[in-house]
């Protein structure tokens, strides 16, 4: 008996994979063509970046020199400490940025999603800040914000309202530089989010306002025992897609102050594009690609462990 049900469970085994095989090859013709794509632009490009970061990459005479870890050596030990103002500048634009999006997006939302009446329209003004270029939005902010009276805020803040003394070379201090890039990527983002929000409103069944309703709450208090907890999972996906946004920050900073003045308003995608196609230090810049990497995943993990629930996973 025993041999007779071995060689059943054999037959019936084969004949499984069988099946399995024949169901794999239709799809195979539609997975195939995107595994190849991300082959050859997504893992290849991945590890001839890391490779190279370990080198000396002459990109003319197309040689690659291994140096072990010269090129991380010297971004950390360069004069001028421009890595870590680029770090520190990345790490403020993530921490002052996403609170604003995250709380005007969640705000406009609920708004929006509230009304009986231009739904559509509002969404719709609302994300027209995302869908325009950065090229478009960076020369708008650069006419807003020009040190002299030709710049709109000068000229509303000391002509019209006479808030200040005199004219404010907003894009040639550091601070006010980093300011104009701050309030530029907030005014951006905040359409994205506030889509994200409303998706995640919709999800949430009307039964439980109206209990709470039936029960004496109000707006406020609907708000902050129903939705906002209910939207936990929507605000952790919010937050690291903003995150990682933060660390490759490069249009605004390009198109507003080029990194000045004297790179303090640099970030790290500016400074690989200065180490890479200005200097032509290939090697230093796959290895700022690198740090920016690792930063990354070490913020989504350090944000995944704070947003861990009793289950074990984000909601």
Known sequence: MSVRTDAFLLRERKALRKKR?????????????????????????????????????????????????DNYIALFTERGDRLFLAMRNNFLYAVVTTPFIILFGLLFAVMVNSLKRGGVFFRTCFYLPVITSWVIVGNVFAYMFNAGQAGLMNYLLKDVLGLLPAYVPWLQRTWTANLVIWLLGIWKNIGWSMIIYLAGL??????????????????????????????????????????????????????????????????????????????????????????????????????????????????
């Open 21 to 69: 095989l024949r169901n794999i090859r239709p799809a195979s013709f539609f997975v195939l063509p995107g595994l190849i794509l991300a082959c050859v632009f997504v893992l290849y490009p991945m590890f001839f970046n890391i490779r190279i970061s370990f080198s000396n990459y002459q990109i003319v005479q197309r040689n690659i020199i291994f140096t072990g870890l």
């Open 202 to 315: 919709q999800g949430i069944s009307n039964d439980l306002y109206e209990a709470s309703s039936i029960e004496g709450a109000n707006k406020f208090q609907q708000f902050w025992k129903i939705t906002f907890p209910l939207l936990k999972s929507t605000t952790f996906y919010v937050l690291v897609n903003m995150v990682i946004g933060a660390f490759n920050v490069f249009i605004q900073v390009y198109m507003l102050t080029g990194g000045n003045p004297r790179g303090t308003t640099s970030v790290l995608q500016y400074l690989l594009y200065d180490k890479a196609f200005n200097l032509f230090e290939f090697g230093q810049g796959a290895a700022i690609g690198m740090i920016t990497a690792i930063l990354i995943l070490v913020t989504t993990v350090v944000l995944n462990k704070v947003f861990r629930t009793e289950g074990g996973k984000a909601e």
